[in-house]
């Protein structure tokens, strides 16, 4: 097989988790598009390098996650348009109202706290994998999950009630 029938292969089989996890990481399907066409075509020029790696799913969340930095850091990105929670790929089978109440949850996280808690608990990195894919320590990665988790707890029992906190010792 030769690299480009490799890279169209590794593509077509993994692109829907890529995009899952663009549009997690920005909260907007259109964005998450852009995000996962720059993060292919980066992967593209590097794949002879990124096919040899231990674990190409991790070189490719990486890409991911430094095309969301970069899409960030552009000036006309800085507005935040809000997208139909609909739009956006879940396996949840949750109501819609509660899905609408956890999306908005999770937007309402700082950054650093809703991609740690994307990585460790939608895509089930490990704590390692999740510092390595962000560029961060792993007590950094701990720490930012316990924020995120205890910070979705309290916007998810002001809207649910205690039965959200009830297996937490207080």
């Avoid at 390692?128 to 707890?153: C, M, N, P, Y």
Wanted: aromatic share 6%; net charge negative; proline share 4%.
């Amino acid at each position: 097989m030769d690299v480009e029938e490799d890279f169209t292969a590794y593509v077509s089989q993994r692109r829907l988790t890529l995009f899952r996890t663009a549009c997690l990481l920005c909260g907007d399907p259109h964005q998450a598009e852009d995000i996962v066409q720059d993060a292919l075509a980066r992967l593209y020029a590097a794949w002879p390098r990124a096919s040899r790696a231990d674990d190409i799913d991790g070189y490719a969340r990486r890409t991911i996650i430094n095309s969301h930095l970069n899409q960030v850091r552009r000036p006309w990105r800085r507005e935040h348009v809000a997208a139909d929670v609909g739009e956006r790929p879940t396996a949840v089978h949750l109501p819609t109202e509660d899905l609408q109440v956890l999306w908005a949850a999770l937007r309402n996280l700082p950054p650093g706290q809703r991609k740690v808690v994307i990585l460790r608990h939608y895509l089930g990195l490990s704590v390692e994998e999740t510092a390595a894919d962000l560029g961060i320590s792993v007590g950094t990665v701990k720490s930012q999950t316990s924020d995120a988790l205890a910070a979705l707890r309290r916007a998810l029992a002001a809207e649910f009630g205690a039965s959200v906190t009830d297996g937490e010792d207080a």
